[in-house]
């Protein structure tokens, strides 16, 4: 990290950097009850789960939580607790088989024409249905003699036409090193699209900044960038303000979202999701249905549930702000569309 290059003119004027505002993320369970004024006994918070999987939430992020509310949809997506300490049927730490899927240190392989690099193996949130909670992220992170052999890798398979900046937060990583990578990528010819999967400028809009626009920009492959947004309560103006930075230098804005138990599984969030997206110039893209992760089994939402969902938002949303229904497959070649998958289990 490079927070201590940013120039301080003014204490009044200071503007914190995105560095600044990851450094001052919450870690702590009880200072963000605090915050919120909420009183630690309404709530099952987990110091066992904390110690397995810890807190982590920037405060941009926090500053959209209702308070005083143990039922806020932006909190539940980041307190740690009780119920992740339960098992359940079917959730495992790696249940979309990635470990296998991991020919080389740095890149994850399993669809034609695409391939994934495990940019930075650190996350700016911490959210507690993610599958990658139990991921070997220590194995993954690169010096820059293998990002070369991850490079090689790239090169050599002609059949590649987009790469995508995962994590972690690919955005978690600094600029010089986005830049450097990004003009690597560029100079393999067959390479057309970058697509950066992220929540960083979601939970620190400011990360959108001179430098970040710099290596999008200053590139012949074409930028998409995938949000993650659950909620619409996550879109602020500073968001907002974010998106439109990205879409006046032509970087296309796509999200994608997790179906979760309480938070955003019900037909009246989902369609203000989809609005408030287009509103602010991002196009729904997938939602997926929540990957089968030890630990997330209370965020679950039935697939029946999920099929009165999807019924429901083609009935209430014009077809482009309908996201597509998916959930992913170990060892399959695509994301799967769900309908599918009611059909073969029903
Ligand atoms: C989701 C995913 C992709 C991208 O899939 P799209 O359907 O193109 O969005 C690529 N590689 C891996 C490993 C993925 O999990
Ligand atoms: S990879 Fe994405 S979903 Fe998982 S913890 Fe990081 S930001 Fe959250």
């Keep these: 990290m490079t927070a201590d290059i940013i120039p301080h003119t003014s204490i009044e004027a200071h503007q914190p950097s995105w560095q600044e505002e990851l450094a001052a993320a919450i870690r702590n369970p009880a200072e963000l009850l605090e ?37 806020d949809p932006l909190l539940k997506q980041v307190l740690p607790l009780g119920a992740e300490m339960l098992t359940a049927p079917g959730f495992s730490s790696d249940p979309l088989g990635e470990e296998d899927a991991n020919p080389i240190p740095g890149v994850v392989h399993k669809y034609h024409g695409r391939a994934l690099l495990i940019i930075s193996p650190a996350c700016a949130i911490h959210c507690r249905y993610c599958f990658r909670r139990h991921f070997p992220y220590e194995d993954n992170t690169l010096g820059r003699k293998e990002w070369q052999t991850a490079l090689d890798y790239l090169a050599r398979d002609e ?24 003009e690597q990528i560029a100079a393999i010819p067959h390479i057309k699209r970058l697509r950066i999967h992220t929540r960083l400028p979601l939970v620190i809009p400011s990360r959108i900044d001179p430098g970040c626009l710099h290596w999008m920009t200053a590139t012949r492959l074409k930028v998409v960038m995938v949000w993650h947004i659950n909620h619409p309560n996550e879109i602020d103006q500073a968001v907002s303000q974010a998106a439109q930075r990205l879409k006046r230098h032509g970087i296309e804005l796509l999200n994608q979202s997790v179906l979760l138990h309480q938070i955003n599984d019900s037909s009246a969030t989902l369609v203000a999701l989809s609005e408030q997206l287009f509103e602010t110039g991002i196009m729904p893209y997938y939602i ?54 009611i059909k073969a289990d029903s």
């Design 35 to 71: 915050r919120l004024e909420i009183n630690p006994t309404q709530l099952d918070a987990s110091p066992v789960a904390q110690q397995a999987w810890s807190l982590r939430v920037p405060l941009p992020y926090v500053q959209r939580m209702k308070k005083g509310d143990i039922d």
């Design 159 to 182: 059949s590649i036409s987009e790469v995508i900046y995962s994590g972690g937060d690919p955005l978690a990583a600094n600029d010089n090193f986005l830049l450097w990578i990004t």
């Design 288 to 341: 997926h249905r929540l990957d089968k992760v030890a630990g997330a089994a209370h965020f679950n939402v039935s697939d029946a549930k999920i099929q009165q969902l999807q019924r429901e938002l083609l009935t209430l949303l014009p077809g482009y702000l309908v996201p597509k229904f998916v959930y992913e497959q170990a060892a399959a070649p695509s994301k799967q569309p769900l309908s599918l998958l």
